[in-house]
């Protein structure tokens, strides 16, 4: 039996920690009256995450929580005038997440018996982001998609449990080896209502400020949630600034199991949420 818990586990692995990190460039002089184009440029050398992930079918679950970095997150846009008020943007974004270390709970439960598994789990997530927005002044609209690949390093067992009995652990992560290289990828989609202000300060500095609320879609579990995120990039010399921005991606609404599992003390939900400094350069014309 723990073989097939093993074999299940290495199906979700990968697809339950494919998450997105919405990433909104401020645009500096994008749809006012200060030039016809706007392209920037990214790179943070610090982002940090806070991720709970639960994925369930009608025999078991897998929850995972960790607060990965970032090896490297880069970002581009480029922004259009059409028109005296109206702008429209392309750009997106390449996080790679690296080795993420987090904590896993895994329990299958069928009419054979019910196996237990939790312990830590390392893997290598990577997101790919294409985004397109409009803006009308200073309101627009922006949607993205995000493919994300997750492969999985390593995973090992601090508890394992077979029929509610201790099973040996050495055995069961001679099992979880099988569970290693396992590769899954997913595709999430986000819509937001955006509010951008900006431009070039009299020391011939960009600034910029947005704030984003709306919606983000999780493929592997086929759930809608509010999202919301804030922008800001200050300018330091010319086209050279500081970028800062949060995202947050509220909590999937919890299924039976999960106010079952509340209701024992045990809360395990889905969310997210992101804080990331950056380097940027704005060029406009």
Known sequence: MLTVA?????LSGGAAHAQIIATSIPKSVAGGGEGRWAFHLMWAPYAK??????????????????????DFL??????????????????????????DSAEYVFLLADPDGTVLLSGPLNRDVKHTEGHVNV??????????????????????????????????????NA???????????????????VYKTGGISASDTHWSFSLGGG???????????????????????????????YWYVAKTKRSELQDALSDLGVDLDQNLNRFMVGVSYTFSQ
């Open 135 to 172: 803006f009308y002044k200073n309101l627009g609209v922006q949607f993205g998609l995000v493919h994300n690949t997750t492969r999985v390093n390593t995973i090992t067992a601090d508890i394992a449990t077979v029929n509610g009995e201790p099973f040996p652990l050495d055995l069961a």
């Open 74 to 99: 880069g970002a581009a846009e480029v922004a259009f005038k059409a028109g005296d008020n109206a702008s429209i943007g392309l750009g997106g974004w390449y996080n790679k997440v690296g080795n």
């Open 49 to 70: 995450w806070n991720i709970a992930t639960f994925e369930e079918d009608p025999t078991a679950f897998l929850a995972t929580k960790g607060d990965p970095k970032s």
């Open 6 to 10: 093993a074999f299940a586990l290495a």
């Open 175 to 193: 099992l979880l080896t099988d569970v290693a290289g396992v590769e899954d990828t997913a595709n999430d989609y986000d819509g937001y209502l």
């Open 215 to 245: 919606f983000y879609h999780y493929d592997i579990v086929s759930k809608t949630v509010p999202s919301f995120f804030a922008t800001a990039t200050v300018g330091l010399f010319k086209g050279l600034g500081v970028d800062a921005s």
